[in-house]
């Protein structure tokens, strides 16, 4: 069965934009959660969707946000890109809510400039 | 949240010779996962083992719950073994480990 698809896989923005990633989880998966990592900073969550509802909130400012929709995908967006931003996005694919075991896209490389 | 630690941060090996990597963790979890990253960013999925031993191939992990660490071995390793390994735990959302890069030369 296929695994999950990020897109677009890499991505070059101007200070000041937005932008919108998207992960298709696994079929019958219904959670879906993000991560930045960066080299300064590591692996960090910033949330977690199940259901269509934010279940689970990291440590990141309002300008990041997510939504899930009725067949499962989400999308993650960013406001007013700063260049700190510039990270590796990945979503992560969960058959249940919180702590089930995790699968991993192949990630969105996000460059700020 | 809960704190991740990974050791070593850096590993060297001769191609053929066996490494242990250790993951300790400050809290009870309900999951404890191992990934190698790929050189492209993906997280590969090693290990979801919040206890006990589990084993595949030339990879096995230990995961000892109420001491609050778990341990990666590598076996015969192979040139593709290289990258980073990283350990995640978690209650609800997984916290990473900063990861073992792991080197092995031919």
């Known amino acids: 069965k296929a695994g999950v698809t990020q897109t677009p896989r890499y991505l070059i923005k101007t200070r000041g934009q937005q932008v919108t990633l998207s992960c298709s989880p696994i079929?019958?998966?219904?959670?879906v959660s993000w991560y930045q990592q960066t080299p300064g900073q590591g692996l960090q969550f910033l949330f977690e969707?199940?259901?269509?509802?934010?279940?689970n909130k990291g440590n990141f400012p309002g300008r990041f946000s997510g939504r899930q929709f009725s067949n499962s995908r989400s999308e993650m967006n960013v406001s007013t890109l700063e260049l700190g931003d510039s990270a590796l996005y990945l979503c992560?694919?969960?058959f249940g809510q919180g702590a089930r075991e995790a699968f991993f896209g192949q990630g969105t490389r996000l460059t700020v400039v | 949240g809960i704190q991740v630690e990974q050791s070593p941060p850096d590993l060297i090996l001769q191609e053929g010779a066996n490494s242990t990597l250790r993951c300790n963790f400050s809290?009870?979890?309900?999951?404890l996962q191992w990934f190698h990253q790929n050189p492209w960013g993906q997280l590969i999925n090693l290990f979801y083992?919040?206890?006990g031993t589990k084993q595949n191939g030339r990879l096995s992990a230990t995961t000892v719950a109420t001491e609050r660490y778990s341990l990666l071995y590598i076996s015969s390793s192979q040139t593709t073994d290289s990258g980073v390994y990283f350990c995640?735990?978690?209650?609800?959302?997984?916290?990473f480990g900063t990861g073992t890069r792991l080197t092995v030369i031919p």
């Open positions: 992560a694919s969960s």
């Open positions: 079929s019958g998966h219904r959670s």
């Open positions: 969707y199940f259901s269509e509802t934010q279940r």
């Open positions: 809290d009870s979890v309900n999951n």
């Open positions: 083992i919040p206890s």
């Open positions: 995640a735990a978690a209650t609800h959302n997984l916290f």
